[in-house]
């Protein structure tokens, strides 16, 4: 069992919200289409990506794939979770999602919003789901497995390369 330590607003962010109210589901079916959400479904996306993202914590790496019985790579990972959560098709890559959705300053950071790291010295070589308080899961590399790290670490803080909000309030 693998133990990580989250912060307190972070724990209420994944516990705490309320579910949104109930929709039908054409409406659901074409704001998550557009990307573009009440304030309200917002919080219920952000707290379900959250969600999602934590419930792979262990899954192995694999390069190329994305889905919790092969195992996920950075953006197969990413993909899958918005997929399955908010039924929006990503790109496949990491520099092709880095185009996607509004860019956010490191001081606007909310949970669902992607981090991009430059981990092969490349620009936009590797992405995560950031979770609030500074951290974010991703898949780190061969040999890892789905993990939260930290974006106060040196090695993320020296690497880190942007983000952006794919689902956004209206």
């Known amino acids: 069992m693998k133990i990580f330590r989250l912060g307190i607003s972070t724990l209420l962010l994944c516990v705490a919200l309320p579910a949104p109210a109930a929709e039908s589901t054409a409406k659901i079916a074409l704001t998550r289409a557009a990307a573009i959400v009440s304030p309200a479904a917002y919080l219920d996306y952000a707290r379900e990506l959250t969600m999602h993202a934590l419930a792979l914590i262990g899954v192995n790496y694999k390069f190329g794939s994305n889905s919790p019985e092969a195992g996920f790579d950075c953006s197969g990972l990413v993909s899958h979770v918005f997929q399955e959560v908010a039924g929006i098709v990503l790109p496949r890559n990491s520099q092709s999602m880095s185009k996607v959705g509004e860019k956010i300053a490191p001081a606007d950071l909310q949970p669902g919003d992607l981090v991009f790291f430059n981990t092969r010295r490349q620009a936009f070589s ?3 789901i950031y979770i609030g308080e500074e951290r974010f899961v991703h898949a780190p590399r061969r040999g890892r ?3 939260v790290g930290d974006m106060q ?3 993320w803080k020296k690497h880190f390369n942007g983000a952006r909000r794919v689902v956004a309030s209206d």
């Open 153 to 155: 670490d040196s090695y």
């Open 145 to 147: 497995e789905v993990e």
């Open 126 to 128: 590797h992405v995560g």
